[in-house]
């Protein structure tokens, strides 16, 4: 008999003899057994009769185990096949006092049930294979699944075990993981905790890359360790310049290295000379009329006839309303200056960060998981924070290839909402609108693209707006589209001013 053999025998002995004399042990592992997971049909035979048993009675078998047998001699079990039976029967009388289970004998049967379970789907696909069955083989492996679900838990709610676990959801749902300064931190704050989902939707060009990026520093600043996936909308070089370019402040263009306008925030009242507040930054009389005024070329015009204004968010009375600062030529940011910077900001708040680069179209779900394992094995990276940049274009998993698109993408977001739960951290993305959405003002639920489900597996997403007379002074409406255990007013964006020259897409924000 060979080792592998030898092995088997033993594992399913103990299995046998837990199952007999220990309640608890049957209890843990009745859902996950199955006689085809035993190898030795000894062991199919005893381990039913435990199971017959046990769902009869609610417990395990003990010395009645003895009385079993009889019967089914007397029913016409063979001889022969008593034989290993009865000596797993004499060895039992110390085992019959043991109540509690053995925490690694359990573990021990666990693993051998899901090794057994692979070896014959496995086993299977190679029989198919052998026969040039194709997509038969195909099959059998796309839907392969762990027989074990470790997400899984069972709780009494209403039991003392439960205090620490109540204490940890209230106190989860407290602290955000990344904390953005006013209005942006009001408005979104509370959705960027473990667990969550979230995602922004908008058109092209609207800054959608520049804000994750934005999210995922400010996320390694608060002490995060973050993952960030490109699921191919740029390749690596381009992800690295661009984070060079955010924490440089400009690009390495030189087109947008000359002199600009930049937006920073201010008060409609004092703009309009209507604040007598002792805590107002500028003694200067009315600039402007009405909120109408607030153009791109009127702000302009502003600034250079009045330069000694001076721009005021001093109370929190504020009546937020852009205002634009001058900003010299600078010159282009070189490689040697990039790579400073990336290095200098990494020392400086110890980052724990991957970036992931991947071709259009190649990346799933499955994938994304594949790495999170790898990387926790490697050196034991786990992320709080999970960015993917972007939702529609990962590819589908290999078990919904076949699905029509609208409901690959359905699962898709199904699946991203399971990491969030599985890893407990942060999953956020963006995604595209559909076409009917670019010329509105405000973007509502009935702008998603493809398949209207996907909203309900997010727990917060966002809308991203912008006329294009806002995108010249540069500012962007985030509006909430769905906030899954916060009451919310579709209609009441919070207003971020940015400038995508300088890599920036959050540099203030006012309600």
């Known amino acids: 008999m060979s080792e592998i053999e030898n092995t088997s025998e033993f594992i399913e002995r103990q299995i046998v003899i837990g199952m007999i004399t220990s309640t608890e042990y049957l209890h843990q592992i009745r859902k996950l057994w199955s006689p085809k997971w035993m190898e030795s049909d000894t062991a199919k035979m005893l381990t039913s009769w435990c199971v017959e048993y046990f769902d009869e009675y609610n417990k395990a078998p003990g010395k009645d185990i003895e009385n079993i047998y009889i019967e089914k001699l007397k029913a016409g ?34 693993k051998y049930f899901e090794e057994r379970h692979t070896k014959l789907i496995l086993e299977d696909a190679e029989f198919e294979l ?7 083989t195909a099959e059998i492996l796309t839907k392969y699944a762990p027989l074990i679900k470790e997400d899984a838990t069972t709780i009494d709610p209403f039991s003392r075990q439960v205090k620490e ?6 106190t989860e749902r407290e602290q955000p993981l990344i904390l953005f300064p006013k209005a942006i931190g009001q408005f979104w704050n509370s959705e960027m905790i473990r667990g969550g989902f979230v995602a922004m939707m908008g058109r092209e060009k609207i800054g959608k890359t520049f804000t994750l990026i934005d999210i995922a520093f400010r996320a390694v600043r608060c002490g995060n360790r973050v993952a960030f996936f490109q699921a191919g909308d740029m390749t690596e070089l381009q992800q690295l310049r661009r984070f060079a370019i955010y924490l440089a402040g400009r690009s390495d263009q030189e087109r947008y290295c000359q002199p600009m306008w930049v937006p920073t925030v201010d008060c409609l009242n004092n703009q309009m000379d209507k604040c007598n507040k002792k805590e107002r930054e500028c003694e200067h009389g009315a600039i402007l009329k009405n909120k109408r005024e607030i153009t791109y070329d009127n702000l302009v015009k502003l600034a250079r006839d009045y330069p000694e204004y001076q721009p005021c968010h001093n109370c929190r009375e504020l009546k937020g309303s852009p205002w634009l600062v001058y900003k010299k030529e600078v010159s282009p940011l070189i490689w040697e200056e990039a790579y400073r910077y990336l290095r200098e900001f990494g020392k400086k708040y110890n980052a724990s960060f991957r970036m992931s680069t991947h071709a259009n179209e190649t990346l799933s779900v499955r994938d994304i998981k594949s790495y999170l394992s790898a990387w926790k094995k490697e050196d034991g990276f786990e992320p709080d924070v999970i960015i993917i940049d972007y939702v529609d274009i990962l590819a589908p998993d290999s078990d919904i290839i076949r699905l029509d698109f609208r409901h690959q993408q359905n699962r898709i977001w199904q699946r991203l909402r399971n990491l969030s739960q599985e890893y407990n951290c942060l999953v956020i993305t963006v995604t595209q609108i559909k076409a009917a959405g670019y010329e509105k003002e405000l973007l509502t639920m009935e702008d998603f693209s493809e398949d209207k489900r996907k909203m309900a597996h997010a727990t917060a997403i966002f809308g991203l707006n912008q006329t294009p007379e806002e995108k010249r002074i540069g500012l962007m409406r985030i509006n909430p589209i769905v906030i899954r255990d916060s009451d919310f007013d579709i209609s009441r964006p919070v207003t971020v001013l940015q400038r995508l020259q300088m890599g920036r897409a959050i540099l203030g924000s006012y309600w």
């Open 130 to 136: 052998r026969k040039g069955n194709l997509e038969t």
């Open 77 to 110: 079990l063979s001889k022969e096949k008593g034989e290993w039976i009865e000596e797993i029967l004499g060895s039992l009388s110390e085992e019959y006092a043991k109540t509690e289970p053995d925490k690694y004998k359990v573990d021990l049967a666990k």
């Open 165 to 170: 676990k109540i204490k940890k959801a209230f």
